[in-house]
């Protein structure tokens, strides 16, 4: 095998443990390291990049619907997290306690940031007092702490960086309102930037947030079968602005408590676009969200290296300019066959290529690394057909992730037919389900899966129940999850 194939040979195919593929492409591709903590890890530029961009796309959309951000400590009083019963039995599993500091014992114990609407509710009791401080929309960027059994780069990790969205409002129907504008935001940030295909749906009361009346999520799934929930947003109701006393003074003059919501995503979107889209060449990266959209690597003999540099250069500057994330690689150490796959391995959606013909024809080659299928343009419509080459990738990276998503998305009308499928195939499960939280444990004990929500549109409505047979109440989706 020659030197330019080696770390290809490296990369477990997904076929033979998708776990391990995971776990090598994301070391090899160089987006973290384990650090010295179990079960935290460090983001080493290329991943931090990534959720730069989910940063930034994300935050710009909140904030065009009129939420602002803040920020609130990473420390929250035990005697917080009392004040709502179902809320802190929900997290108490997960939650590291600072007990000492500077020496002495805290009187009371302080807990790590696990989600902070505990905080939030405190802060928003002192903050709100008229119907006119409403509706008040705050997203907070931070890192939460839980402290995770099992852990998984990106996915599920001790500590992880997030947004969560925090907002009162006046009565249910303006929160329920934002509880569905924030799921929808979700949505079109996952299909539209992500390149991932959603499930968007309600979740079931077991699986709902700590302390919410409703949650609803977008479930993706991922290559080898397995769902990623990739955000919620939960409608709240008065339950923390009961606890926390969130009252304002209405239209009427009389004291009403707000209505509350919460929703947030994570990084571990990252780890479930690369588990989305990877193959086993490495990565395969949306153009919207990678850190490098754009390669171009000059190639030739060492004589006419000068020229096609020094061209290769006057493109990357057109490009930069045209707002494209290019990198230039001239190194002449490296062969161009290391470097094309090099690349390909980290994901970069387009290659470029220039050499002397290409110079002489006033063309240049660009190079999809979702097909391979290569590309011969004229120079003076270069950044043209670059940006039309990106669109065209996300496209067929959507495309195919969402045949990947139907394709192995079944409906079952018994548990016996859903282990059946697991047993050989991986993928969800469209089944009815009767509402009984007994019937739903079953699932999970017995195929080990989990309802993922219950869809707003599923392409099939179901009479009865997976379990017991009795009429259905819902139409759920199963699955097994990360």
């Not at 290329?46 to 602002?68: M, S, V």
């Not at 001239?330 to 390909?344: H, I, M, T, V």
């Amino acid at each position: 095998m020659s030197k330019d194939k080696q770390f290809v040979r490296e990369i477990t195919p997904q076929g033979e443990d998708f776990s391990q593929w995971y776990i090598d492409v994301i070391k090899k591709a160089d987006l973290m390291s384990y650090s010295p903590v179990r079960g935290c890890m460090v983001f080493k530029p290329d991943g931090y990049e990534i959720w730069e961009n989910i940063q930034r796309e994300l935050d710009k959309r909140f904030k065009e619907t009129g939420h602002r951000n803040a920020y609130f400590p990473l420390f929250i009083p035990e005697s917080f997290f009392q004040k709502e019963k179902e809320h802190v039995e929900g997290f108490n599993p997960e939650l590291p306690w600072v007990t000492e500091a500077g020496g002495e014992k805290l009187e009371e114990r302080l807990a790590i940031r696990p989600t902070s609407e505990t905080m939030i509710g405190h802060m928003y009791a002192e903050w709100i007092n008229s119907y006119r401080d409403l509706p008040l929309l705050i997203n907070q960027w931070a890192n939460v702490v839980r402290w995770e059994k099992r852990t998984l780069p990106f996915l599920r990790t001790t500590e992880f960086l997030w947004q969560e969205g925090h907002t009162a409002h006046e009565d249910e129907e303006d929160a329920r309102r934002e509880t569905m504008q924030m799921l929808e935001i979700y949505r079109d940030f996952a299909e539209n930037f992500l390149a991932m295909p959603v499930i968007i749906g309600q979740k079931t009361p077991s699986e709902k947030f700590a302390g919410a009346v409703d949650t609803f999520s977008i479930e993706a799934m991922m290559k080898d079968g397995k769902a990623v929930q990739a955000g919620t947003s939960h409608y709240l109701g008065t339950n923390f602005a009961v606890a926390f006393d969130i009252k304002y003074l209405n239209r009427e003059n009389q004291h009403q408590f707000v209505h509350t919501t919460s929703w947030g995503v994570s990084t571990r979107l990252i780890g479930a676009t690369i588990m989305a889209h990877g193959d086993d060449r490495g990565l395969a990266l949306p153009p919207k969200v990678a850190p490098t959209q754009v390669i171009m690597i000059p190639i030739g003999p060492p004589k006419t290296r000068e020229q096609v540099v020094a061209r290769t250069d006057e493109l990357f500057a057109e490009l930069k300019q045209a707002g494209v994330r290019v990198r230039v690689d001239d190194r002449a150490d490296l062969s161009p066959g290391w470097k094309f796959n090099e690349y390909e391995m980290r994901g970069v959606p387009i290659r470029v290529e220039l050499g002397p013909r290409d110079m002489e024809n006033g063309q240049i080659v660009l190079v999809s690394r979702i097909t391979g299928e290569k590309k011969i343009v004229q120079q003076v419509n270069f950044v043209q057909e670059v940006q039309q080459l990106l669109e065209e990738i996300h496209q067929e990276m959507f495309n195919r992730a969402k045949q990947h998503l139907e394709e192995h998305l079944i409906t079952v009308d018994t548990l016996d037919e859903f282990k059946q499928y697991l047993e050989t195939n991986r993928g969800f499960a469209l089944a009815g389900w009767c509402g009984s939280e007994a019937c739903e444990a079953q699932v999970k004990e017995e195929a080990g899966a989990t309802s993922r929500n219950i869809p707003f549109s599923p392409r099939e409505s179901k009479e009865t129940c997976l379990v017991c047979g009795d009429k259905a109440k819902h139409t759920v989706v199963f699955g097994k999850s990360y």
